[in-house]
């Protein structure tokens, strides 16, 4: 029997107190090792629509939701007692039709939200009306859809991994209602319509075959994993702090151990996971380099904080390991590396900067440039650029710069920001772009 953990049991995990999850922890452990032992209270909910789920007693008020079948037992969340079995209430787990891949599917009729949401209208209209033909996401041959997916085919939702019994509300859904309908999807539909509603071609889900099992499919992966062993056990209960340092969707595992010849750049837009991705490359690289220490660094000091204390769920008790990855903040390493070959930076705050260059320009006759487009000259291309010959300045492509500058007006720009370079050389002052510069090896 495979023995799999959800990404929403982590999640779910981690809005518990410390000793709550301490048991919790217990009672996961007792489960991987004998499912059917006799010390083990569970309880079957026969009001779910899924007959699999089942309950584990935790302590009085604790429960886990599981879901068992012949061949897996599914650690799916846990909460107190009246919580859990509502969560376990509105959901059940199913293989998707089309794309092959295992989904915890929240029921449509069961759908909580305010009175303004459409979803939830439909949901109360159920409850009080539980004629199928009384219901409209029961006659979809009745419809006439005029929202926002309205001429996306039964069959494009479905190669999308939008769940059957959602298809009806996602191509109902107008523009105001856009967002609330896509936060009851799996992910892989939420990305796929979310793209589509920005005008991108997203490519349909490869399907796997019906013989295959369908927590292999990647995007399952990305939700369920199996546990080979206590070991992946302890360290998925031991990280609710960020589900995705546990489940990495196959694509990105892919990157993280992947050889390149040279530089390589992953793109994508916010909370596709990248900076996850980063941290399992560099543990990866780590583990195949054992002679060699690796640098993570980031532009945000909170952030290689943060990745810091992952780093140190994600490598485990792996001796050595950690201490050969540092992780910091791009600004303090070269703030570290300037210290060592020139002593310590004395860094020029932005308002230091500010009243030099306003100084510099009053000092410099015959101009009409005012103080923003000053400072932002200076800021993206003199300091970012490191211009410090006129002959620099004057050959130097402004590209995505909206003011327009001709050769006559570079020439008196020059002498504001020249005079503005020897102030900050008498105050002894540098600028960031000045420290990077400096150790850059040439």
Known sequence: MNFLIADTFTASLGRLNGQEQKAVKTSAFDLQLNPTASGLSMHKLDRAQDKNFWSVRVNLDIRIIIHKTQTSLLLAYVDHHDAAYAWANRRKLERHPTTGAMQLVELVAMVEGTESDPIAKEAKRWAVSPDPDEHPLFRPQELTPSGYFAPLSDEDLLRYGVPPEWIMPVRQASEDALLE?????????QEALLKLAVGEKPEPLQPIPQEADPFT????QRRFRIMTNSDELRLALDSPWDKWTIFLHPSQTDIATKTFSGPARVAGSAGTGKTVLALHRTVNLARENPNARLLLTTFSKALANALRR???LLTGDQPGLQERITVDALNNVAHDLYSERFGQPNIASASTVRAILLKSASAVPGHKFDVPFLLSE??????????????AYRDVTRLGRKTRVGGKQREVLWQIFETCRHGLVERKLVTWADVFERITPT
């Open 378 to 391: 200076w800021t993206e291309i003199i300091d970012a650029w490191q211009l410090r010959t006129w002959e």
């Open 310 to 312: 992952k780093l140190a």
């Open 217 to 220: 499919h990647p995007d399952a």
């Open 181 to 189: 309908t896509l936060t009851h999807l799996p992910q892989e539909a």
